[in-house]
């Protein structure tokens, strides 16, 4: 199998933690609002932090966010900000944890409006990622351009997310939408 550069430029002991998400989930879509969302949180978390650390704890953040539950996430109150914030698992950041409740609701409204966080961020495929960045900053906090572009990328709404070369690339072109792939020539 081939992997992309940056796979190839870690150390030996972040490689398989980083080829089991490249293999699986880096630039392939996500069907569920819920994942898409809990994608957004993880990489709002990753702002002044290293991939690396964001993989090791995902599985706690998951714990901590009720799986990423959008529904669960928007009613959060002043407890379940403490109970964060106590969470040595997940990142302690207020800001972010802020972040994500204000998110969460910002996509109860997109569900409303479109059906779901999916049909909304499809509907709005293809744009540049500027337009992206300056519509995200309009609807969802701690959203900055390399945010934007992280998360578009890992779900498969921008390129880049691999290398040309590299096998997984090959296969996420295969089993990408017909819809994405025409928007994207």
């Not at 998400?21 to 898409?36: A, R």
């Not at 709002?44 to 290293?50: D, E, R």
């Not at 572009?149 to 096998?167: I, Q, R, T, V």
Request: net charge positive; with cysteine.
């Amino acid at each position: 199998m081939s992997y992309c550069s940056y796979i190839r430029s870690l150390s030996p002991g972040e490689q398989p933690l980083h080829k089991e998400y490249h293999d699986t989930q880096y630039g392939f879509t996500i069907e569920s609002d819920d994942e898409l969302f809990g994608r957004l949180i993880l990489e709002i978390n990753q702002a002044g932090l290293s991939w690396t650390t964001i993989l090791n704890k995902q599985e706690n953040f998951r714990k901590a966010y009720h799986q990423f539950n959008i529904k669960k996430i928007a009613c959060y109150q002043d407890k379940d900000i403490a109970r964060l914030m106590n969470d040595a698992g997940i990142i302690r950041n207020r800001l972010k944890i802020h972040a994500a409740i204000n998110n969460a609701n910002q996509i109860l409204a997109l569900q409303k409006s479109h059906g779901s966080f999916k049909n909304w961020l499809d509907a709005e495929h293809p744009k540049s990622k500027e337009a992206w960045v300056k519509l995200f900053k309009l609807h969802f906090r701690f959203t900055g351009g390399e945010i934007v572009n992280e998360f578009l990328m890992s779900c498969g709404y921008l390129p880049g997310a691999h290398d040309p070369d590299c096998s997984v690339h090959k296969k996420i072109i295969k089993v990408r939408p017909p819809w994405m792939r025409k928007a994207e020539k």
